[in-house]
């Protein structure tokens, strides 16, 4: 079976600097991938390559092997979803009308919101817990609730790949946990498949399976997590020299002083 998403001598570039060079890289069903750098190694750009948000400059990129390219764009939205980092609300939605917005690539035979796209949207927001505020206008919402407000409408995409740029970004630390064991549990009961940016180790060794580490001058790291995530391969990543724990069930990561 081809994999949800394929990326061959991949190339991200930003104003002449080499971010990503001769990216390989495959992503499973079942899969929960995080991406790991320092402040502008490139993490948002390459995400936004992988959404067909930006410009693919060089290499092929393939969803479900056919060229990002010649997916038709509602096609293509059943298939992946992509959430970005940060969100300007400039008009008065409902935090209801933002999710049930994520439905429109079901939408071809019909222009109105059917009752299972309602359903589909309340259950999402009840996941996130906040379904109370399914009324209230979203430039309202605090920054934390702005979040699972997208992180809902991006479950009620449904699609089977999500691009996520720090959802766990303004989410209170119960939500920061509970919203990456979601994840977490759509890859392993779902058989979704999650790319993650995250600059938490701690959050992101305990949700993903694999990790893909971008060392800022193009050269990268993929593979399953107990192989990628060490103290020293982190620490080169991300400039600073950390140390791995294994306590009890979980591995700690704490920078050194
Ligand atoms: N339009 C642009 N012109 C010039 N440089 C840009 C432009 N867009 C992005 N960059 C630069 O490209 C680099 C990569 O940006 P990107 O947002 O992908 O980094 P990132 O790894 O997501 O960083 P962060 O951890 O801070 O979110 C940064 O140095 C950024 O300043």
């Known amino acids: 079976m081809s994999a949800l998403l394929q990326a061959t001598k991949l190339g991200v570039s930003v104003a002449g600097r080499d971010l990503v060079l001769d990216l390989d890289w ?30 693919l400059e060089r290499g092929q990129l393939q969803v479900q092997g056919r060229d990002l390219a010649n997916w038709p764009l509602s096609e293509l939205a059943r298939q992946r979803a992509f959430l970005s980092q940060g969100r300007v609300d400039a008009f008065a939605y409902r935090a209801i009308e933002t999710v049930l917005s994520a439905r429109h690539p079901y939408h071809d035979a019909h222009y109105w919101e ?90 992101a060794h305990r949700s993903a399976t694999h990790a893909l580490l971008l060392m800022g001058d193009g050269s990268w790291l993929a593979g399953p997590k107990e192989q990628v995530m060490s103290a020293g391969q982190l620490s080169l990543c991300l400039g600073h020299p950390i140390e791995r724990f294994e306590h009890g069930s979980q591995t700690l990561f704490l920078p050194k002083d």
């Open 26 to 55: 495959q992503i499973q069903a079942g899969q929960c991938w995080c991406v790991i750098g320092r402040n502008g190694a490139g993490k948002t750009s390459l995400l936004r390559t992988l959404a067909g948000m930006r410009e």
């Open 114 to 203: 059917s009752a299972e796209d309602r359903a589909i949207a309340i259950a999402a927001l009840r996941e996130l817990d906040v379904a109370e505020l399914a009324q209230r206008d979203v430039r309202s919402l605090s920054g934390g609730e702005r979040q699972r407000v997208a992180i809902a409408a991006l479950l009620a995409q449904d699609a089977q790949l999500m691009l996520l740029d720090e959802p766990a970004n303004a989410l209170d630390l119960a939500h920061q946990v509970s919203v990456m064991q979601l994840f977490a549990r759509l890859c392993r009961d779902a058989n979704k498949a999650v790319v993650m940016v995250s600059h938490d180790l701690n959050l």
